[in-house]
């Protein structure tokens, strides 16, 4: 189902902060810093702005953080606004929320704003052990045992291991593709190239993710703003189309995302720790916008870890499950091949700061989309993917973007 021409939805502007290692920052001159950006950016009238969507930050958690900086922006009025948490899928969701409320007419325009200061927050530290450590789990029967999130991820990548005989190698060609991405990318917090030898040769974090296969921790944050196809034609920048938007969420708890307890079976059988309710997201968003995985001219994938990737291409349709491990190889996500992927380096190498990671996510796609990435850009983008994961693989959200 496409959208009505007279209720097209847009991405009109986008602002990022700079990234990695910002000691002295708190999280909230972040969050408006990225949101000023993306003011600027669209040319927009911050009055015009009567939808605000935030995230819960790991190191400065707050119920009405959506309040706090509504305030700091002077965004008074609002007829949409909250906190969204949903951890690092939060921003396909935002999306969604926002196009509907711009559908609908109770917004004129959206602005979707993240950002976190997981790598120098305060207490140095706390915070990444808080993500690291808490994020999915159960306190009663989880946390007592010592898991951690990358070791619940390297149980998901053993069993895809188990099952279809995926490699560490293959694991190693996404982190590879998105520091070759990285390398070509200013702003990103890691540019020094690696081989799929150096990723094999770092340091075991969870067997078998070595420490080339997990997503980095940084400070940094991001920003973009939703309005009518109609009013961003008449801003600063080319607009960028929402053609679709698709979400799905199964468990939150590792014991019971492991038998798919409940869950009912898709296309690729029952839904378990490698056959994930991204599909069904996946069918949802490509219905609406009313177009093929052939018309997908570069894709960003959530890249938490590389096995969080690598599962992506097959639950998403680009290959057939089980078939991701070789759908990696031989640079078909590089720069040049058949699917550029997170061209910016993606949480393995641009930047991860907890959960604004993929927002980051949206702002590339829409970059590449209005064709200024530079030497790093796809040449003549029209469509892009970008997707958005929590938890261990069970919550998912998608979004298709195309140039106007």
């Given at each position: ?139 009663e029967f989880e946390v007592p045992y010592g898991a951690h999130i990358p070791a619940f991820y390297a149980l998901v990548a053993q069993r895809h291991m188990h099952e279809y005989g995926t490699t560490p190698e293959q694991l190693a060609a996404i982190a590879v593709a998105c520091r070759k991405h990285a390398s070509l990318n200013p702003a990103a ?216």
């Amino acid at each position: 189902m496409s959208l009505r021409s007279d209720t097209a939805v847009a991405i009109a502007g986008v602002g990022e902060t700079a990234v990695g290692k910002l000691p002295g920052r708190h999280s909230t001159s972040l969050y408006i810093e990225a949101a000023k950006r993306a003011i600027e950016d669209a040319g927009i009238d911050k009055s015009e702005i009567d939808g605000l969507l935030t995230t819960a930050s790991v190191v400065d958690d707050n119920v009405r953080h959506h309040i706090v900086i509504a305030e700091h922006l002077g965004l008074f009025c609002k007829t949409l606004c909250d906190t969204l948490r949903t951890g690092g899928a939060a921003f396909g969701y935002a999306l969604q929320l926002a196009q509907w409320a711009v559908q609908s007419g109770r917004c004129r325009a959206v602005l979707v704003v993240s950002a976190d200061n997981l790598l120098t927050g305060p207490g140095q530290g706390q915070g990444v052990t808080a993500y690291t450590e808490l994020g999915a789990h159960s306190l009663e029967f989880e946390v007592p045992y010592g898991a951690h999130i990358p070791a619940f991820y390297a149980l998901v990548a053993q069993r895809h291991m188990h099952e279809y005989g995926t490699t560490p190698e293959q694991l190693a060609a996404i982190a590879v593709a998105c520091r070759k991405h990285a390398s070509l990318n200013p702003a990103a917090q890691k540019r020094e190239p690696i081989t799929i030898d150096d990723v094999l040769n770092s340091r075991m974090i969870s067997t078998p993710l070595r420490v080339l296969d997990c997503s980095l921790i940084s400070d940094g944050g991001g920003a973009f703003i939703v309005t009518s196809l109609e009013r961003a034609r008449d801003l600063k920048q080319r607009p960028i189309r929402v053609l679709g938007t698709g979400q799905a969420q199964s468990y939150y708890h590792m014991g019971h995302l492991a038998g798919g307890i409940g869950l009912p079976a898709d296309r690729h059988g029952a839904f378990n720790l490698t056959n994930t309710v991204q599909t069904v997201a996946a069918r949802d968003v490509f219905a609406e916008a009313g177009i093929t995985h052939a018309d997908i001219d570069v894709a960003q994938i959530y890249d938490s870890f590389t096995i969080t990737a690598l599962m992506q291409f097959e639950d998403l349709g680009f290959c057939k499950k089980g078939e991701g491990g070789a759908f990696v190889e031989g640079g078909r996500i590089e720069l040049g091949g058949e699917l550029p992927v997170n061209t910016h380096g993606g949480l393995l190498s641009f930047a991860h700061p907890g959960m604004p990671g993929g927002i980051f996510h949206v702002t590339e796609a829409v970059r590449q989309l209005r064709h200024e990435c530079g030497v790093r850009q796809v040449p003549d983008a029209q469509v892009a993917l970008a997707t958005s994961v929590s938890a261990v693989a069970s919550n998912h959200s998608i979004c298709l973007l195309g140039r106007d």
